[in-house]
């Protein structure tokens, strides 16, 4: 199909009415088809676990106070409160409420989702708060004083900007540095700020001093300010790509490159350099390997030193996850076949220190969950969860010992249940491991297999109460394959599927569907798949170029139209990722996959059953990919259900109820498609 005969245009059209008749229409049908005591019930028990009070109140810790954003049944929009830790040890905490989005969502007439907020230190009088209109990535900000529990008025000097997609941070009380729309050319392809100003309380927007200004081909620009005490500094970001950025020290108005490798991850602690490699980087006759984390004395670095200590070197099995700092520790979780181990590193004098971090619970994946190394020394909070084993937020100080601050109770009855790990082999040998849940001695029965490969995003175990209660419960198998494209081994797990190489991430997946019927766990025709976004756009691939391994499948906020991808919203910002389709060579290697353009009537190839769901309001992935998907399906007559929200973002629900549905909308179409 061409571009100029692509007869589904009009669905691009995201808030026209012919489009939204279009989605009606075929909302109305799917909700009809699936609905029922079954999915009734799915539902409700969702919105049980999504609404309980005993979920963990995950917090921020900022100086004395810890901050919480919190949606229930009754709170359906959410409460942004605090507490002190004194109070959070509690098992019932006395939250201070300083927001009810609800009651501001009604007052105004708006449907408001929280995005986040930016609470000014030390005092913590002050916050920058980020809304958006049903869950769109572009969002308001707007000042709110703790004190008086109110939104301070632009007329009385508070910090306000329009609906866009902003970047905004203070540095101090009344100095904010901001990216955002600030009319025609500030944006960039992308959609994302252009031009980074520096912005006084009490003027004009539209006075702001510029202190950088990016090209139209760039991703996005941003600027922030370092307020730990004795190493105040300032910074400027260009990201060239979605992998490539500059990063400068901004002093007063003299800007100095920071001389790491532009694909590399680059941070400044205190007087220490990080650097994690993405590709080898070589520094005189040294050559350090991708995916190793470095260390430099930063001001050493600046004056042309580049002396560097390696503080992790991967192997064949183990990877870099997550680093973070405390005052004076640093924090590493790495993965050893994708599941984690947890050092603490100290600089010292000479060597730098490394430690394991002892008591954690077994069989879990632990993440770091805060820090705040600018008032609250070397304190940590870290959650571990498995599969099988709901979250576990614990608490702690370097050198000291753990303590269970929090624990979620379990949403599903795991008796007999068990998790065990494979590796399948893809195309071209490499081994591909994947996790399988479910009731030990069961025979082949339904499957959903989850993926996602790309963007260097591991798929490390996880509890979920919705997935435990609404699949595994009922007798199927849960199982996710860490294809490449993630980050679980490492760098080079994701850019060797970069571009050219992106059919390896389909290889991996279908050799992971087809290792899952040749260990008779289950069978093609009682095998789904799922994925959303990136995945999504992996889900579609399997619907055209390898139906005949699945049963059913379930494309979410997917991308599908790959030759006009990049035209599309964000979506300039992922040709690093995927290649440019205005490029021909590229297109060449593109246009074997993508899915809209590659669907056949259904008497040359039947296609399982696939349902696609989307969001109206999804502003990073256009919903037309979706729209067209569905519509061409339909026109060559290939079994296709389509569910659209008009509200949601990129996550698909503004709120608990829709998440809720969503969920069950997935798990009963899966359900039923995949029954003998």
């Known amino acids: ?40 019930a799915i539902e409700s028990r969702v919105r049980e676990v999504l609404d309980t009070d005993a979920r963990i109140p995950y917090a921020r810790r900022r100086g004395e106070y810890l901050y919480n954003f919190w949606r229930d049944a009754e709170h359906i929009r959410g409460l942004w409160r605090r507490t002190t830790m004194t109070e959070y040890r509690k098992d019932s905490p006395d939250w201070d409420i300083l927001l009810d989005l609800d009651a501001v969502a009604e007052a105004e007439g708006e449907n408001w989702v929280w995005s986040g907020a930016q609470v000014l230190r030390p005092d913590q009088h ?130 100095t490159l920071i001389d790491t ?20 980087w070589t520094i005189g006759d040294k050559t350090y390997p991708s995916g190793a984390l470095l260390a430099a004395n930063f001001e050493s670095f600046l004056a042309g030193d580049r002396e560097m200590t390696v503080l992790f070197s991967p192997d064949a099995h183990r990877s870099l996850h997550q680093f973070a700092w405390t005052e004076n520790h640093l924090l590493v979780v790495t993965l050893v076949d994708v599941r984690s181990e947890f050092r603490v590193l100290s600089p010292g004098p000479g060597a730098w220190d490394d430690q394991p971090l002892l008591g954690l619970p077994d069989s879990t994946s632990t993440e770091i969950v805060g820090t705040d190394a600018e008032e609250n020394g070397d304190e940590f909070f870290l959650s571990s969860s498995g599969y099988l084993t709901p979250a576990t937020l614990l608490f702690g100080t370097v050198g000291g010992d753990l303590e269970v601050l929090k624990q979620a109770p379990s949403f599903f009855d795991t008796d007999s249940m068990a998790v065990t790990q494979h590796f399948a082999t893809s195309l071209d040998g490499t081994a591909v491991p994947y996790f399988v849940v479910r009731k030990e001695g069961m ?165 399982p059953p696939i349902l696609i769901a989307t969001s109206t309001r999804d502003d990073r992935v256009h919903p037309g990919h979706a729209r067209k998907m569905a519509a061409r399906l339909e026109e060559l007559g290939q079994p296709v259900t389509y569910f659209e929200n008009i509200e949601g973002g990129h996550g698909g629900a503004a709120d608990n109820a829709q998440l809720a549905f969503k969920t069950a909308l997935s798990f009963r179409f899966l359900w039923k498609a995949l029954q003998p």
């Not at 229409?25 to 999915?39: C, H, I, Q, V, Y």
């Not at 540095?177 to 944006?187: E, R």
């Not at 050799?511 to 995945?535: F, H, M, Y």
């Not at 009537?601 to 039947?606: G, N, T, V």
Request: hydrophobic share 35%; with cysteine.
């Open 1 to 40: 199909m061409s571009n100029t005969s692509d007869p589904y245009l009009w669905l691009e059209e995201v808030t026209n009415e012919r489009a939204l008749g279009w989605v009606r229409t075929r909302n109305a049908a799917t909700t009809a088809a699936l609905a029922g005591p079954e999915f009734d």
């Open 126 to 255: 002050l916050a920058l708060v980020t809304m958006s209109r049903g869950g769109a990535d572009a969002s308001i900000v707007r000042e709110f004083d703790l004190r008086t529990r109110t939104f301070r008025n632009q007329s009385d000097g508070g910090f306000f900007v329009a609906e866009a997609k902003t970047d905004i941070g203070y540095i101090d009380a009344d100095t904010v540095y901001v990216g955002t729309d600030f009319g025609a050319g500030s944006l960039t392809d992308s959609g994302y700020p252009r031009i980074a100003k520096r912005w006084t309380r009490g003027t004009p927007l539209a006075e702001a001093e510029t202190v950088y200004e990016g090209t139209p081909n760039d991703i996005s620009i941003s600027a922030w300010h370092d307020r730990t005490p004795g190493f105040e500094r300032d910074f400027v970001q260009r990201a060239t790509d979605f992998f490539n950025a500059e990063l400068y020290l901004l002093d007063g108005t003299t800007l």
């Open 261 to 280: 490798p532009t694909d590399a991850t680059t941070s400044v602690h205190k007087q220490w350099l990080l650097v994690r490699t993405m590709t080898e």
């Open 443 to 607: 025979g082949p029965g339904p499957t959903m297999l989850y993926g996602y490969g790309g963007f260097e995003i591991s798929m490390t175990p996880s509890y979920s109460g919705a997935t435990g209660l609404a699949w595994l419960e009922q007798g199927g198998t849960y199982v996710v394959a860490n294809i490449r494209g993630g980050g679980e081994y490492g760098p080079e797990w994701h850019t060797q599927v970069l571009r050219a190489g992106r059919h390896k991430v389909h290889e991996d997946f279908a050799a992971v569907a087809q290792d899952l019927v040749k260990r008779e766990i289950t069978t093609p025709s009682r095998l789904g798949a799922q994925g959303g976004s990136n995945g999504g756009l992996l889900i579609g691939i399997m619907l055209t170029k390898y139906p005949e391994l699945f049963g059913a499948l379930v494309c979410q906020v997917p991308l599908l139209d790959m030759k006009r991808y990049h035209l599309l919203l964000a979506g300039a910002s992922w040709v690093a990722e995927y290649g440019d389709p205005d490029d021909p060579d590229e297109w060449s290697f593109i246009s074997e996959y993508s899915p809209y353009q590659n669907i056949v009537a259904l008497d040359e190839k039947r296609y």
